[in-house]
């Protein structure tokens, strides 16, 4: 029953995501949490791996991917109090570097696979680019 249930919450956060791996069927934007619950039958919303299922929904919500020169998303609106990850899918090293001056964000130089994160205790916007390849540019909004 343990299997089925993580095989039920994988395909879950899979279609929490917009994309069906190899079928490449894109769904648009969908609240994660919905699907997963959707996903899995009525005796499981009450199980652990429920519960474990929304919250792997949640920490993607609060991601940010480097990937193809860009930052995904280009803006992300979470509340005061939460760690934002910045995680290189890119074959190029990249920083997360604010624009302000003193420097809130300041991560090293992120090789492919490399993740940066801070937590964001004070509401405000905070714009950031890449240090390296300027152009990349990304905002977090904290309310």
């Given at each position: 029953m343990r299997n089925v249930s993580m095989k039920r919450a994988a395909a879950a956060m899979m279609m929490a995501g917009g994309l069906i791996?190899?079928?490449?069927i894109t769904f648009g934007l969908l609240d994660p949490v919905t699907v997963a619950q959707s996903a899995m039958s009525p005796?499981?919303?009450?199980?652990?791996?429920y519960h474990l299922a929304a919250q792997h929904?949640?920490?993607a919500a609060?991601?940010?991917i480097i990937d193809n020169f860009n930052f995904g998303p280009i803006t992300l609106t979470v509340a005061t109090g939460t760690k934002v990850v910045w995680t290189n899918d890119d074959a190029?090293?990249?920083t997360v570097t604010s624009e302000s001056d003193p420097k809130v964000l300041?991560?090293?130089?992120?090789?492919t696979g490399d993740s940066f994160a801070f937590t964001f205790d004070k509401p405000g916007t905070y714009r950031y680019f890449?240090?390296?390849?300027?152009?990349?540019e990304g905002t977090i909004v904290v309310q």
């Open positions: 791996a190899g079928a490449g005796g499981m919303v009450g199980n652990s791996a929904a949640a920490a609060n991601e940010v190029d090293p990249h300041k991560s090293p130089p992120l090789d890449c240090s390296i390849h300027p152009h990349m």
